[in-house]
């Protein structure tokens, strides 16, 4: 399911997967709830 032709797709996704986690970790869940 790898090929070259959707190589740009799965780099967006992993930016947006890693961005997300990013901002997971960031946000202080403590002072939310």
Do not use: D, E, R, Y
Request: proline share 6%; net charge neutral.
């Amino acid at each position: 399911m790898f090929t070259f032709q959707n190589l740009p797709l799965v780099i967006i996704i992993a930016l947006i997967v890693a961005a997300w986690l990013s901002f997971l970790s960031v946000v202080p869940w403590g002072s939310l709830f």
